[in-house]
């Protein structure tokens, strides 16, 4: 049995299968029987599913159970089953009820809305009466009440017309008791009125009430422009003279005026104390530059003009421009005169005075007119004050300078004669230049320890200023230094200052002055001034630390060392060049190839030894002495001079033809070679000695010069000879270094020597006599000049 | 700045005051050097510097019957040269050419190709057309101004226009503007003067003393460099001659003679009787170097001075620049000593 069950199991199975997943939307649900015919316990509960199959269901239920588990069940599903339909008969039961009762309710409305539409009627036709009765009170009732507004309007009317009409009398009661607010108010409020019918009916009611206008205004205009009135009433007139179209601006013009005319007034005023400084700022008197009742006056008339503006600008309330714009004109005309004074020499006290009392002023303005910022502008003003201050003082120190030394100049022209006309000269240029320079740095001090708060501010930048002038006014010295030792020909600059100077030659003098002067500067002043400004001048900081001090003496130290070389330089030149001419005019002029025998000394040694002497003397005014160097000098060269000078001096004297001229120079050859070299050419040093030296050292190797580019005879030869011993004899003592001034001497002799073509010298004996006959003449002349 | 003895030396037998560069020479650097004797028989040494630079060789030695005073080579034939000459009070120029086969001969004779002749007073100095083959040449003495035309092959000379300039004048010397072949420069006792050569007149002058020695520029046109006794180097822009554009402090004593560097601008040379040589660069001056000259300045400007050479014994009067190697240079000091050097190590760089 279980065999054949088996395959036709299997049979159903597949179709039941087949037709679940036929119907069943999930083919996972559809092989759940298949799981569930491997487990036969589970199969029991599937009665509730949807997959219920009843045959197998009875199958299985067969196959496990026996007979009595089989009856149990039967008499269960029984039970089951009955209760089922006994369910299911109660709910049809229930929803007949419901059925029921929703009819009974239907018909129930269906006999209640039978009533309602007379009763709708019926409210409409009441409504409808009522509104015909309302429309009937109405029209009974409209007559009255337009009567009723009409003389309403009458009235006011009737009203406005006595106010018109008693206008006049308010106002004059008004004008009375001063009230000239209320005036103003009511006749406003009765101008539209006075516009439209003033011409007929309110004639005389108008002209009445104009005129009464008319004294209000004119009493307003005395309050406005009466000083002893409040200010608070006058700005109220000026209110109630606007809103009775009274032509404020015309007012305010006028009032402004009259400020402007106290401004020109003031200005009057301080031009009198500028007139009162000036008188003071004689030579006697640097004092007290505004007397005290002019200063008293002053400040008087400052203080009203400070009301006056305060009074304005409260009057005027949009008016600050203009009074800006006055304020700044105050200091504006302030500055000019300071500016006037500066261009005149001034003293810093008087600036100071002067900037007091602008600063004070200032202070009331700011006061009154804090828009002004008139400090502000005042400082800018200030500022340029200063700066033009100190500009002008070192521009004036500059031209004392100048002027002193030029006096060397102009003494010469006029001709004043003097012993030593350089030397006070010099002292007097020495002076001038600390003496100035300390005066000016007193005169800055004084600006600086000034408590004033304008001059507070300004301190770092006047410290600045003072550091750049000296700095400027060195390099302007130098410069014009310069420029009167004819070394710079740059007169582009400064012509007009100058140009008396530029036509004439410049004096060497001059020049040397300028030398020593230079020195002096750079050596004495500039310390004396470094010192000065270090201890009073150093706290500048408005410079900037990138850009360092401003003044800077190590420059202008090096500027001036370098100055006074160029013109000691330049002097030496000058003066070289001068003997040069000399030179030339000796050695261009005569034919030395046919020159006659030497008989004396020619005269351009004189005036050789004349030149020298005039250096000497100048040199002698200026330059320092050597401090004993002298014999120093002299012993260690002396040597060489004589072993280098004897040959030429005695040998040459026996030697007569040419061939031992020859040999001759060979020998000097062979001497320099072993002969220490001579310096010729040494550095020129701020002494007397010094300069004279160079500057005959410079001279002999002229001539030995000129000497080479001539062709001599014997005659000729002779007289340089002759000229050059005399020269030896006499310039002994002028000279500091000998040995170069010896060396020189021979190398004219010899280089006359070479170029003779007949080389033989004058015998010792006539060569003597002739410089002793040369001596005993110019020692007589010295003696019986 | 020692100059030390870098320089390169010749020994002349005699004093001698001139040298000149043989411009025509292209192979070989070399000078021409003349000696002033009065009572010796005058040389002319033609100098050459070997090829490794570092000797001087005599290439040639020429008698010369007169001292000389001058010398200038021909610019466009090696072999030819021009000397002034006096002896005592004779004075004369002429036009010397350097015999072919003087390598054989013991003591060459120069052959005169020509005789600058009608002279009236002292001759002073003889120009060569600046540049190139041409004929003309131009001898000045004390008071005339001499324009000749040469023809080397022929061998004469013959005066084109000779023109006075003045009595009072004493003309000194010159030279020939190399940019303005019509334009010459002369020194005189009291100005310089230039010159046109197309009209022979002069057409401007610059009032300014004692002026030794000047010279063009080649490079830079309207720039003259004028040497004088007392007061050092001038270099003027010649259309403005009020002032000169840029002094220069010159020597201790004169400066006796100025040469630009044939090759680079501003390069200048200068020898004076203080027994040395100068070598200066002057910088070519911007617009407002007059005003420049403020406190500052002395620390910012450069030194012009570029080198001092001072190894010399005595004045030094002759000066020439190698146009071959235009960093060469030969001086010649009194004592008739020649110095070759170079200016490389002194140039500043670039």
Redesign the interface.
């Known amino acids: 049995m279980g065999s054949d069950d088996v395959p036709l199991d299997d049979k159903a199975k597949r179709m039941r299968d087949l037709l679940s997943s036929f119907y069943s939307p999930d083919p996972s649900s559809a092989s759940m029987p298949v799981n569930n015919t491997s487990s036969r316990f589970a199969t029991l509960d599937t009665i509730n599913t949807p997959s219920f199959d009843a045959d197998q269901y009875m199958n299985l239920l067969i196959q496990k159970s026996n007979l009595e588990g089989l009856l149990q069940k039967h008499v269960e599903m029984a039970a089951e089953i009955k209760n089922l339909d006994t369910d299911l008969q109660m709910l049809v039961y229930e929803n007949y009820n419901k059925f029921i009762s929703a009819t009974d309710t239907i018909k129930r409305m269906n006999n209640n809305i039978v009533g309602m539409e007379a009763n709708m009627e019926q409210l409409l036709d009441k409504i409808i009466s009522v509104q015909s009765r309302s429309d009937g009170v109405n029209t009974s009732l409209f007559e009255k009440r337009e009567h009723i507004e009409k003389l309403h309007r009458t009235r006011n009317l009737l009203r406005k017309v006595q106010f018109i009409y008693d206008l006049p009398t308010r106002l004059g009661k008004c004008i009375r008791s001063e009230a000239y607010a209320d005036a103003v108010r009511f006749y406003i409020g009765a101008m539209p009125i006075f516009k439209a019918y003033g011409d007929s009916s309110f004639q005389d009611c108008k002209r009445a009430s104009e005129e009464a206008v008319g004294i209000i205004t004119k009493n307003l205009q005395g309050k406005v422009f009466s000083d002893s009135e409040s200010i608070q009433a006058r700005a109220e007139a000026v209110m109630l003279l606007k809103q009775l179209n009274f032509p404020v601006e015309n007012l305010k013009v006028k009032l402004f005026e009259k400020l402007e005319q106290f401004l020109v007034d003031l200005h009057l005023e301080s031009k009198e104390i500028a007139h009162v400084s000036a008188t003071l700022d004689g030579p006697n008197n640097h004092g007290n530059v505004t007397d005290p009742a002019s200063s008293a006056a002053h400040e008087s008339s400052i203080h009203e003009f400070a009301e006056a503006i305060r009074a304005y600008r409260v009057i005027f309330p949009d008016s600050e421009q203009q009074l800006v714009r006055l304020a700044q004109d105050l200091v504006n005309m302030h500055f000019e005169a300071v500016h006037r004074h500066i261009k005149k020499q001034l003293q810093s006290e008087d600036l100071l005075e002067m900037l007091r009392v602008i600063w004070s002023d200032v202070l009331l303005m700011d006061e009154v007119l804090p828009e002004a910022a008139i400090s502000d502008f005042s400082l800018v003003a200030a500022r340029n004050a200063v700066k033009e201050y100190v500009a002008s003082t070192f521009s004036h120190l500059l031209l004392g300078i100048t002027g002193t030394i030029m006096k060397v100049q102009d003494r010469q022209k006029v001709g004043v004669e003097e012993e030593y006309p350089l030397q006070s000269v010099l002292e007097a240029s020495k002076k001038a230049v600390i003496q100035g320079c300390m005066n000016v740095l007193l005169d800055f001090r004084q600006l600086l320890d000034e408590k004033l708060e304008l001059s507070l501010k300004l301190r770092d930048l006047t410290i600045d200023w003072v550091q750049e002038g000296f700095q400027e006014f060195f390099r302007k010295l130098n410069e014009r230094f310069l420029f009167l030792s004819g070394k710079s020909n740059s007169g582009s600059q400064d012509l007009s200052l100058t140009q008396g100077v530029q036509g004439e030659k410049v004096l060497p003098g001059l020049v040397l002055l300028l030398a020593q002067l230079s020195l002096f500067i750079e050596q004495s002043a500039i310390p004396r001034i470094t010192e000065e400004i270090a201890s009073s001048f150093s706290s500048g900081g408005a410079r900037g630390y990138e850009y360092g001090p401003a003044f800077i003496p190590a420059v202008i130290c090096r500027t001036f060392r370098a100055a006074g070389e160029k013109c000691l330089d330049h002097y030496v030149r000058l003066r070289t060049q001068k003997i040069s001419v000399l030179l030339r005019k000796r050695f261009t002029t005569p034919n030395w190839v046919k020159h006659k025998e030497p008989r004396e000394v020619h005269m351009f040694v004189d005036l050789l030894l004349q030149e020298f002497e005039a250096i000497r003397g100048e040199v002698k005014q200026i330059l320092p002495p050597e401090l004993s160097r002298k014999h120093h000098r002299t012993d260690s060269n002396g040597s060489t001079t004589s072993s280098r000078s004897n040959p030429l001096r005695d040998d040459r004297m026996n030697r007569s033809n040419t061939q031992r001229a020859r040999s001759q120079l060979l020998e000097t050859h062979l001497a320099k070679l072993f002969k220490q070299k001579v310096e010729i050419f040494t550095k020129i040093e701020f002494t007397q000695e010094s300069v004279v030296t160079t500057i005959l050292k410079l001279c002999l190797k002229s001539l030995q010069e000129f000497v080479r580019l001539q062709t001599f005879n014997r005659r000729g030869f002779q007289q340089i000879q002759l000229d050059i011993e005399f020269l030896r004899t006499t310039l002994k003592d002028t000279s500091e270094d000998e040995a170069a001034t010896d060396f020189l001497l021979d190398e004219v002799v010899v280089a006359a020597a070479e170029r003779c073509l007949d080389p033989v010298p004058l015998d010792q004996p006539i060569l003597d006599k002739l410089i002793q006959v040369k001596v005993a003449k110019t020692s007589e002349q010295n003696l019986n000049p | 700045m020692q100059g030390g003895s870098t320089g390169i030396g010749y020994g002349l037998k005699y004093?001698a005051r001139c040298i000149s560069d043989v411009k025509a020479d292209t192979d070989h650097t070399s000078f021409l050097a003349a000696t002033l004797s009065?009572?010796?028989e005058n040389e002319v040494h033609l100098i050459r510097l070997s090829s490794d630079g570092n000797e001087l060789i005599c290439e040639g030695l020429f008698s010369h019957p007169n001292e000389i005073w001058d010398l200038a080579s021909c610019p466009f034939d090696q072999r030819i040269f021009s000397t002034v000459f006096?002896s005592?009070?004779s004075y004369g120029a002429a036009v010397w050419q350097i015999p072919e086969l003087y390598g054989q001969l013991n003591s060459p004779q120069l052959e005169r190709i020509a005789s600058l002749d009608g002279h009236d007073s002292k001759i002073r100095s003889v120009l060569w057309w600046p540049t190139g083959r041409h004929d003309k040449l131009i001898s000045i003495d004390e008071q005339n101004l001499l324009l000749w035309s040469l023809d080397t092959s022929k061998k004469t000379a013959q005066v084109q226009t000779k023109e006075s300039a003045g009595m009072l004048h004493?003309l000194s010397g010159g030279a020939w503007d190399p940019h303005d072949v019509n334009a010459v420069a002369i020194t005189c006792d009291s100005s310089i003067q230039f010159w046109d050569l197309r009209s022979m007149t002069k057409t401007n002058s610059i009032e300014h003393a004692?002026v030794r020695n000047l010279d063009y520029d080649m490079k830079k046109k309207y720039t003259l460099v004028t040497a004088d006794?007392?007061?050092g180097i001038h270099i003027w822009d010649t259309r403005m001659l009020n002032?000169p554009f840029l002094e220069l402090p010159g020597h201790?004593?004169?400066t006796w003679t100025v040469k630009c560097n044939p090759e680079i601008e501003g390069l200048i040379l200068s020898a004076g009787?203080?027994s040395a040589v100068n070598l200066w660069l002057a910088s070519p001056p911007n617009g407002d170097h007059?005003?420049s000259?403020?406190?500052?300045s002395?620390?910012r400007q450069v030194d012009p001075l570029l080198n001092s050479y001072t190894d010399y014994?005595d004045?030094v009067y002759g000066l020439a620049w190698s146009s071959r190697q235009p960093w060469i240079f030969a001086s010649l000091s009194?004592?008739g000593r020649v110095v070759v050097e170079s200016v490389k190590s002194h140039l500043p760089r670039k």
């Open positions: 004093q009065l009572k010796e006096s005592g009070e004493y004692h006794d007392e007061f002032f201790a004593h004169w009787t203080d007059l005003t000259e403020s406190l500052e002395p620390t014994e004045s009194y004592d």
